[in-house]
């Protein structure tokens, strides 16, 4: 599906919803996908583009951030703390703050270099014990928590589980957000963008809806 295709589906749901499109930022997850596919976006003029591997983006950003100007990249996948350093300078936001040691490294890092991207809380709405993510009855007390170490939370994620309609994990994540007085909402990918822009999506997460599979 293309560019074109996707903003389209966007500007509908945007539309059937009383939302404005502006207030809907794509991003376009370019995780293992050949370069050539990724161009193909940047060529068109979209400059928003999500990873999930802090390896994968050093290893093919910067050259496309030399050539094309205004790319903003957000790193979605599970970061180690011992790669914080690096994902500071590569990222522009991180959708997965999950645990006090990783928001301790974070903050310790801000003060040091003076800078620090966008946070997203990730919170695991499913309480599925494989995925990464803070608990939902923890969620305010962990947010208050990154808050204190002034990191610049934004907003709160969530991958609902697979098998379940999506839109009452979407729902509770935004109650969360509102309670605490966030803005941002990083949710729906590309079999639910659709509901989650319905839910109030401000950061939606489309790979294989605009790519293709990955890696083919």
Request: aromatic fraction near 4%; include cysteine.
């Amino acid at each position: 599906m293309s560019l074109t295709d996707i903003e389209a589906r966007i500007a509908a749901a945007c539309k059937a919803h009383g939302r404005a499109r502006d207030d809907v930022r794509l991003i376009a997850v370019s995780k293992q996908q050949p370069d050539a596919r990724v161009r193909k976006v940047l060529q068109a003029g979209h400059r928003l583009f999500g990873e999930n591997r802090v390896q994968e983006a050093a290893g093919k950003w910067p050259d496309w951030q030399a050539e094309f100007d205004g790319v903003e990249l957000h790193l979605l996948g599970p970061l180690q703390s011992n790669k914080a350093r690096q994902a500071m300078d590569l990222f522009d936001a991180i959708h997965s703050l999950d645990r006090p040691k990783l928001a301790r490294a974070l903050a310790r890092l801000a003060q040091e270099i003076g800078h620090c991207p966008d946070i997203f809380v990730q919170v695991n709405t499913g309480a599925e014990p494989q995925k990464a993510g803070v608990l939902p009855d923890d969620a305010d007390a962990f947010i208050a928590d990154a808050r204190a170490l002034d990191l610049p939370v934004l907003g709160v994620m969530c991958i609902p589980p697979i098998d379940e309609d999506p839109r009452a994990h979407f729902t509770l994540l935004a109650d969360i957000a509102a309670r605490n007085g966030l803005a941002g909402l990083s949710m729906g990918m590309s079999d639910d963008f659709e509901t989650a822009i319905g839910c109030g999506a401000t950061h939606i997460r489309v790979g294989s809806a605009l790519f293709g599979a990955r890696g083919g």
